[in-house]
């Protein structure tokens, strides 16, 4: 079974994500921010991590350059899933090598078409 790390701090779109990747036959690790993620990454190694851009202390974006500057994370997809989703911000996550951009509220087809897309 695939793993998916869900990196969101609003309980609503966390269970709605979480419930989403399950009925898609993922198990999930959730973390509220990045530095808990980076904890759960410690000891996890994910297939796919979902990131919100707005998170407390460091943002999104900062955490997706960290992960693909890291040779032991750089090859796990980043998929953003945020509010923000203006052109210019999918443009920067796209710089920073995310591997796709989810508008929220999240569309479960899309959601499973990412899916098949990043995971073989």
């Known amino acids: 079974m695939n793993t998916v790390l869900v990196v969101e701090d609003g309980l609503t779109d966390m269970?709605?994500?979480?419930?989403?990747?399950?009925?898609?036959?993922?198990?999930?690790?959730?973390?509220?921010?990045?530095?808990?993620?980076?904890?759960?990454?410690?000891?996890?190694?994910?297939?796919?991590?979902?990131?919100?851009?707005?998170?407390?202390?460091?943002?999104?974006?900062?955490?997706?350059?960290?992960?693909?500057?890291?040779?032991?994370?750089?090859?796990?997809?980043?998929?953003?899933?945020?509010?923000k989703d203006s052109d210019v911000d999918k443009m920067w996550g796209n710089m920073l090598g995310a591997d796709a951009y989810l508008s929220k509220p999240i569309n479960q087809e899309q959601l499973t078409v990412t899916l098949k897309k990043l995971i073989k």
């Open 15 to 83: 269970e709605v994500l979480c419930r989403y990747l399950q009925q898609a036959g993922f198990s999930v690790i959730s973390a509220k921010s990045c530095e808990e993620a980076h904890e759960k990454l410690n000891s996890n190694k994910p297939d796919l991590i979902f990131l919100d851009v707005i998170l407390p202390g460091k943002s999104g974006y900062e955490m997706c350059r960290e992960l693909k500057g890291n040779p032991k994370t750089s090859n796990i997809p980043v998929v953003f899933c945020s509010t």
